[in-house]
């Protein structure tokens, strides 16, 4: 083992905090679908939300929420996908929790975070033992077996 194995740790590191990422809105957004409280948020703060080059494709928005019983009033939620055009009028949304921070909206987007997160913190271990146990070429051991140059 070489200082050269460092670079599929990093690798797998960089997966596995990529993945989690997408894993956690994945997974609330599942809760949220599954077992969560519907309501509307009243949209209260939007932020142009930035694509490439700083190029604005929507906007984020956040706002604050009331289940349609009205028993659960949440002060603030972030949405955790952004909109296309700015929302004017309270949007429909659920939240995963009475306390939570986060609003999914019903388009699935959650399913897309769910599956990223999945592919990559699977990714991380495949990545490092392709690069641990796949065959090396030009491998300067093969040559010194072979009586090349070593």
Known sequence: MGWLNIVPLAICGIFIALGLTFLIDGVDGLRAE??????????SDCRPHLGRNDIQVGWDCAGSFRSDDAAVQIGRVAFTDFFEERPTQPVPAKVATPTSDKAHTTDGFWLVQLGLGVAGVLAAP???AWWWYSPKRNSSKRARKRGGAG
Do not use: R
Not at 34 to 43: A, H
């Open 34 to 43: 599954t077992t969560g409280i519907p309501g509307l948020v009243t949209i």
């Open 126 to 128: 495949a990545a490092t």
